[in-house]
Every structure is written in C-alpha cells, then in structure tokens.
C-alpha cells in the first residue's frame, strides 16, 4: 500500500507587478523624504507618495532595472510636486469654502463695523480743530484694523465709496439729473462692457484674487437662480428657505451648499424669498433714498457725502453678504439710519420764498415782512 505524500507547489516567480511593488517600498522612506525637501505640505506627502508610486507602476515594464531607481524616483517626484503647486495656486477656492460655511463670524462683524468708522472718520476730518485730529486718528486706526485682518473687499469699498459719491455729487450739480439716475449709470455702464467684452465680475475676481468663484458663491448663485426660477413672482417666504425642513436648500442643494445660511447675496436672496414683487420694492426704497440725498447735497454738501458713502457701501456690500432686511445685520441697521437722517435733513429746512413787494413794510428806511413782530414795529413808528 502506498503512502500519499503532500507536495509543496513549486516556486512562484515574481511578477513584474510584484517586483515594483518590492522596488517601492525599498525607496519608500527616500519618496518621502524627496517630497518634504521639495515643499510638499505634511498633510499632501502620502498623496504627492500615490501618485509618484502610480507613474513607477504605469512605466515599470519599459524601466531599466539594473540602473540606480532613486534618480528616476527623484524626477519624478519633482515633476509631481510642481505641477501639484501650479494647480493649487489656480484652484484657491476649495480650501475657502469655510469663510463663508455658516452664519457671519465676530471678525466679519467687527469688518463692517470698522468700514463704517472709516466712513465717519473721513467725514470728521473735514472739520477744523480737534475734530479733524481726532477724525485722522480714527481714519489710521480703522484703516489698520482692516488690513491686519485683511479684508481687501471691506477696505476697497470703504475707499472707493467716497470717491464714487463725490463724483456721482459733482455728476448730479453739473447735469441737474436726479442723484438715482446717475448712480444708475453705474450698473448700466458694467452691464454694457461686460456685454461687448470678456470684462466681468468673475475675471476681475480671478485677475485680483485668483479666484473667479468669489470663494465658492457662483456655486451658491447657480442653485439659487434654478430656485428662483421655480417661484419668481412672490418667491419662497421671507425667511423660508434656508435651514427650513423640507425646502429645497436641504433636499436638493448640492454638497456643501446645503449647509449655507443665506445665498450670500442680498439681491439673491431677495428675489429668492419675496420674488419680483419684493426685489421692486427694496429697489424703490434704495432709488427714493438716493434721490433724497440729491436733494439734502443742495443744503449740505458734506452731510450729503457721508450720507451717500454709507448708502454705497451698504448697497456694494450686498453683493457678497445678504444683509437687506435682516434686523440683526449691522449695515441694515446703518442704511436704516442713513435713510431716516436723508429724510430729516430734507425737512429740517424748507425752501426759502421770495418776498413779494405787496407782503413788505417800510418804515423811515426799515424793511421787514407783515410777519414781524407787532411791538417791534410799533416801536418804530413812535
């Protein structure tokens, strides 16, 4: 009777699969090393490994293994750092979407908030004595606030905004049009040059931030025009629409977006929660403002720059926060102000009527109205 014997199987060779993956992980400590040296990110070292190991795989059978492996490693490595650091330099946009992921934070509070007082502080140093040193002081220490937390868009538009309102005060005494009608132009002007150019919002965002997203909020800006688009006349409800159970910014915004407060545009999200209807009406009550202020820059002038700055500035800043019709949003409150001290300047001093000859009195050379006092003309007469 036979014996049965286990026989061990033969001797598997290796593959090539098998021999670049053995190559690999010899010089797997030199990759790493080679990407930090090159610059690579801790956090990107693993990844940046992947890929190089990829391209070894992908070019192992036309290798010559009998050379040295770590010069080969280190080309490739190089190019694969270079070309990780020109893609992240273009595509700035994903690392930013936690600026604007939830409601606004104290820092961009504190942003308006010292745009504001770099508004007043200009106004203030137009006036001599102290109120001009103390309207410089605050100038210098708003304007430092906002660059060390470097804001350009709170910065540029606190800048510009008074240059705009000076030029749109002169536009508006040398035509005689209304102060509405010129700051019109404005939007009308970049609608029609974005129309005939390749000049838009989005290539000068890319051109100064390298970013034509505007941190993710086109992305934001899409979904919301589909939404838009489902209800356009009175829109979703005011305050129905994000964070809402059941609406579409939670069922059908996609990815990230469902975790958004607002569409980052108050425009936006006008017309997203009252529709048409509501978006005529806040535009009728900022065009009645600016046509107001016209009428106060012809009583004072000065009062009627700040008051116009405060105005663009808060119009401006709307187009990348949604603050028109929020109680608790600073920069309504201030339009709010603006808009109310436009309204009492044009009241506090009527327009002066020329005296008819019918209504004077002249008495031994004194000249006054049927509405001066009765003793101060009695006095005279005796």
């Known amino acids: 009777m036979g014996y049965l014997r286990v026989l061990n199987p033969p001797a598997k060779e290796p593959s090539p699969k098998d021999a670049c993956v053995a190559a690999f992980d010899q010089h797997l400590t030199y ?3 080679t990407l930090r040296r090159l610059g690579a990110r801790p956090a990107e070292i693993e990844d940046l490994a992947h890929d190089v190991f990829l391209v070894l795989h992908r070019n192992w059978p036309t290798l010559d293994t009998s050379r040295p492996l770590r010069p080969y490693l280190f080309g490739v490595a190089f190019r694969i750092v270079c070309a990780h650091k020109r893609r992240r330099s273009r595509e700035v946009f994903a690392p930013s979407l936690e600026a604007i992921d ?3 934070g104290q820092e961009q509070a504190l942003l308006k908030r010292e745009a504001v007082a770099l508004l007043l502080s200009i106004y203030e140093a137009t006036f001599p004595g102290w109120r001009r040193a103390l309207g410089i002081l605050f100038t210098c220490l708003s304007a430092t606030l906002i660059l060390l937390s470097n804001s350009k868009t709170a910065f540029g538009l606190a800048l510009v905004c008074p240059l705009i309102a000076q030029a749109a005060l002169v536009a508006r005494r040398t035509t005689r049009a209304s102060l509405a009608v010129v700051i019109l132009t404005i939007p009308v002007a970049y609608y029609v040059l974005s129309s005939i150019s390749n000049i838009n919002m989005n290539r000068l965002a890319y051109i100064l931030y390298h970013d034509s997203t505007l941190t993710g909020r086109t992305i934001i800006w899409d979904f919301v025009q589909n939404e838009i688009a489902r209800r356009p006349l009175i829109g979703w409800g005011y305050q129905s629409f994000w964070f809402v159970p059941n609406s579409p910014a939670i ?10 407060p607002n569409a ?8 997203l929660e009252l529709g048409y209807v509501g978006l005529a009406l806040l535009l009728t009550f900022i065009f009645t403002t600016l046509h107001a ?7 004072d002038p000065a009062r009627a720059r700040l008051l116009l700055s405060l105005i663009l500035f808060a119009i401006c800043y709307n187009y990348f926060e ?3 019709m929020r109680g608790f949003e600073f920069l309504w409150v201030v339009f709010l102000i603006a808009a109310a001290e436009v309204g009492r300047q044009w009241n506090a001093l009527p327009a002066k009527r020329p005296v ?12 006054a109205t049927r509405h001066a006092p009765y003793r ?5 007469l005796t």
């Open 293 to 299: 202020v016209g009428r106060v820059a012809d009583r």
């Open 356 to 367: 008819s000859s019918a209504n004077k009195l002249t008495v031994d050379g004194f000249r």
């Open 31 to 33: 990759v790493f090393e």
């Open 251 to 260: 069922s059908d915004a996609p990815g990230w977006v469902k975790m958004m």
């Open 264 to 271: 980052h545009n108050g425009y936006y999200d006008t017309l």
């Open 102 to 104: 939830g409601a606004m």
């Open 322 to 324: 949604s603050l028109w």
């Open 376 to 380: 101060m003309l009695r006095s005279r």
